[in-house]
Structures are given as C-alpha cells and as structure tokens.
C-alpha cells in the first residue's frame, strides 16, 4: 500500500484534540503546570478540577479543589484545537478490510505490535509524526483527546483495549510523560508513565 493509499485510510480516523499551550491574561484558562511540583498538572474535566499528583514515584489522577492551591507556582494554560492521525499499527489494527487484506500479504497479525511494526511505512510515520505533540512540543505542556502514542514496552498498545478511554498525556516539556486513561469497566482512571 503505498502513501497517498494509507493517508487516504487514515482520513476516517483523524481525530480532534487540544493541546495545552500557556495562556494570556484575556485567555480562558483551563489547565495549570507545573512539572516541579507533586501536583504537577491541574485541568478542568468534566465539570471537575482534577489533579496530575506524584504520590511515593506514583502517579494519580485525582479531583481537586482549586481553591486550596497556590495558582502563582504554576503556568496558566489554555486549550489550542489540533488533529492527529493514527500511529500505523493503530491504523493497522482498525484498518478496513483492504487494510486487512494488506497486512495478510505481508504475513502481518493486525494483533501484534511487533509484527505491524515489521512493514511499518516511514513516509507514513513522517506524516503522523507531524501532526503528533510531542513531536512539536515546544511551549505545549500536555494535551486531551486524539491518539495515545504507541509505546514499544506495551504487547498491544493501551489504545487498543476497548474498556480504555485515553484522556490526557501530560508533561510533554520533560520526562517522563505521563498518560491519563479512564477505565470504563472500574470507573476509575489509570496513570501510565512513560519515558522515551
């Protein structure tokens, strides 16, 4: 499949996200960072101040009440509207059945990391990771929505379980970043810490 063949796959499955960049004084802010801090990372969620809190080299992702924290410490940020396109094996494993036959040809298992990084396009890779934050993170902070990145560490990527919201990667100024999903079936959010 050659590169116009898998842009044109991945068009379906382009999704919006925000990023959080600092914010203005006339700016709606929405979030606050401060990666030097245990709660390093405050946004507005669903109606709800939450927290980013390094608890004993642990993350959690917490309520929070805004009021009780000194905002002078951290940087305002506000929200910027971005889109990003599928890593390759997530367009891989969702992929439409011309996608499906593909990978067959190539003795590809649509399941297995490994084996879609195998035949991965590089032409492919160069356009996700243009459109990817923490490819570009200068001045972004975190960012909501859109794709989690592929980690090599994971046998299938969490993105892939279906019980698994992917929220929020944060802390893209330093490692390690940090993935926040919500845990569908438990009600309850998972923090992933990742470094490259």
Known sequence: ???????EKAQP???????FVSAHEPDEKTAYANEDEPLRFLVK????WMGLIEDQDEF???PINLESIDL?????LKEKNI???PPFETLMHYGDEEIQQWIAENDGDKDDLCSLLAFASDEYTDIWMDSHPIYFYDGIFAYQGGWAMTWPEDD????WNE????LFQIGLQYEPFVEVFYDKKNSSYICMERNT
Not at 1 to 7: E, F, R
Not at 156 to 159: S, T
Request: charged share 25%.
């Open 163 to 166: 019980d698994l919201e992917f």
């Open 13 to 19: 499955m382009i999704r919006k996200a925000q990023v």
């Open 72 to 76: 002078n410490k951290y940087t305002a």
């Open 156 to 159: 299938a990527p969490m993105q």
């Open 45 to 48: 969620h669903l109606d709800q």
């Open 60 to 62: 959690k992702f917490l």
């Open 83 to 85: 889109e990003i396109y």
């Open 1 to 7: 499949m050659n590169i116009d063949q898998l842009k």
